[in-house]
């Protein structure tokens, strides 16, 4: 309810206050502002007065006059409200004694209203676009799944404190509430004194999450049922759709390893038998992308990461894309994230790079090995450069060097790992770039990277088919973290930049021509 007054609220609980004070007799018209949601009352407000006391000039009082609605002043508002004007009400100019109202009730029918009024707004107020929350979908809640007001005020009064996060407002947010404030201390402290008082008061019926707002850059606190954080069921079990991806992974391995068929695919089926040419190289890139995996899962076990079952995605380019790996609960923090994220690529890198040293080191155990160009190793930055150090003169501009197949084979398990270490949205460099530098900065890389894939996709088809299996599959946002303030260790920072510039090493061509001249300055 809404008085026509500057401060209508240093008039409550004085209303029949004497004024023996005043010197003057003189009278006020306070008006209530007409809206729809008094139409229902029986009675209607007409005056609200300051009226002289007949009996004694000097003690006044406050009185509301009270009178039925006519009707044809109800058929002239409806007219008013059609037009879209606002009519004034008129003073009954009809004599009759003023009906004192109480104070108290008067100003409990306010605060009623405007109690009623504030839910309404509160209820009524859309979720904005950026929300801190992304990657949780809107759902149609019933009301019994919603906070109810009361818990709201225990949240705000018990949960939260001046300890921890000072509340200075709040708003509505996918069946839960977004509060505003300060905080105080260490994100991560406050968010575990935070958490005890939330499962004291209210077991595991509510999930805390401790962000930063996109809007402005300031920590926010986000309380949602937990039944709205129930991860999605998919139509076809889990372990069928990445048995049917891994198989055909195995057969995209065997073929990439078989170069007689990759001239003409459709000549695969009626040459079966060469597939096994292509074995050794199939487990050893094979070797490569399990061993990546099975670091995944030693630091998910480790910091509490449920993932889910990989699905290895084939491609006929370079054997396999790696595999795609959902997160199926709440990650704690950032530094967890990055824990779970680089410890992949860290040992996929490990492992490859010792297979690619073996291979420069080791002869061919046929004496032959494979016939490369030299030209082949400036694709890659880290490639090119190790075989230059390694090889020497030997490698030269032009000239067809022999060399262990051993070094095709991990330089793909390389190129594997590298693809995945990009920043880009749920990939392993995507995961990594938010731990190290949050969301706000994730997204800026996620958009960098794909617009340079797409760029290098019109010269690239590997590039081609990785940036649409990023934009349609792995494009995020990444789910929100149950505190994403606080900066992981520096250890763990050093880990994770050390993954994206070998991811950068490994993609990067080597841009220096294989001369003698070069070996020299070098």
């Not at 407000?45 to 004694?56: C, D, E, H, V």
């Not at 094979?286 to 699905?311: D, S």
């Not at 190790?386 to 060399?403: F, R």
């Not at 958009?447 to 349609?472: C, E, M």
Request: hydrophobic fraction near 45%; charged fraction near 20%.
């Amino acid at each position: 309810m809404n008085l026509s007054l500057a401060a209508p609220s240093a008039f409550r609980g004085n209303l029949l206050v004497p004024l023996s004070r005043c010197t003057s007799c003189f009278e006020f018209d306070l008006r209530f502002h007409h809206f729809d949601g008094f139409r229902h009352s029986r009675r209607r407000w007409s005056s609200f007065k300051l009226i002289r006391n007949t009996r004694s000039s000097r003690r006044r009082g406050i009185a509301c006059s009270v009178t039925e609605p006519h009707n044809d002043s109800d058929e002239k508002e409806k007219e008013a409200d059609k037009n879209g004007e606002t009519q004034p009400l008129e003073d009954s100019s009809e004599p009759s004694i003023p009906l004192p109202v109480d104070a108290e009730q008067l100003n409990k029918f306010s605060d009623e209203n405007k109690d009623q009024n504030d839910v309404q707004n509160m209820d009524s107020q859309e979720v904005a676009s950026g929300s801190p929350l992304p990657g949780v979908k809107p759902q149609q809640l019933d009301e019994a799944i919603k906070i109810p007001k009361e818990a709201i005020e225990i949240l705000k009064n018990q949960v939260f404190g001046f300890d921890t996060f000072f509340v200075t407002s709040q708003d509505p947010y996918e069946g839960g509430v977004l509060f505003k404030g300060n905080l105080r201390g260490q994100a991560a402290e406050s968010y575990d004194k935070i958490s005890k008082r939330l499962k004291d008061k209210f077991g595991d019926e509510y999930k805390l999450f401790l962000l930063i707002n996109p809007e402005d850059d300031k920590p926010v606190a986000v309380v949602v049922p937990r039944i709205t954080l129930q991860p999605e069921t998919t139509a076809v079990p889990e372990w069928f759709a990445a048995g049917a991806f891994g198989l055909i992974t195995v057969f995209t391995l065997l073929l990439r390893n078989v170069p007689a068929l990759q001239s003409n695919l459709l000549s695969t089926f009626d040459n079966l038998n060469l597939l096994k040419d292509g074995l050794p190289g199939a487990l050893v890139t094979a070797l490569i992308l399990g061993i990546h995996e099975l670091g995944h899962f030693l630091a998910a076990k480790n910091t509490g990461v449920k993932l889910g079952v990989p699905y290895f995605v084939p491609s006929w380019q370079i054997g396999s894309f790696g595999a795609i790996t959902r997160i199926r609960n709440i990650v704690s923090n950032r530094e967890d994230l990055l824990k779970v994220a680089a410890a992949g690529p860290i040992a996929g890198y490990s492992l490859g790079l010792l297979l690619l040293l073996l291979g420069f080191v080791l002869p061919p155990s046929d004496g032959i090995g494979v016939v490369v160009d030299a030209s082949v190793f400036h694709e890659s930055f880290l490639a090119g450069g190790i075989a230059k150090l390694l090889l020497g003169n030997v490698l030269k501009e032009g000239t067809a060097i022999s060399i262990n197949p051993l070094v095709i084979w991990a330089w793909a398990g390389l190129l594997i790992n590298a693809i995945n270490s990009i920043p880009a949205g749920e990939l392993d460099g995507g995961r990594i770039s938010f731990a190290l530098w949050g969301r706000k900065a994730s997204l800026r890389f996620t958009g960098v990277s794909i617009a340079l894939l797409g760029l290098s996709s019109l010269l690239n088809d590997v590039a081609f088919y990785w940036v649409v299996l990023i934009f349609f599959l792995q494009r995020g946002p990444i789910a929100p973290l149950s505190e994403e303030i606080t900066d992981p260790g520096e250890k763990y920072v050093a880990i994770g930049v050390t993954v994206l510039l070998l991811g950068l090493l490994v993609c990067l061509p080597y841009p220096f021509p294989f001369t003698e001249e070069t070996l020299t300055n070098f």
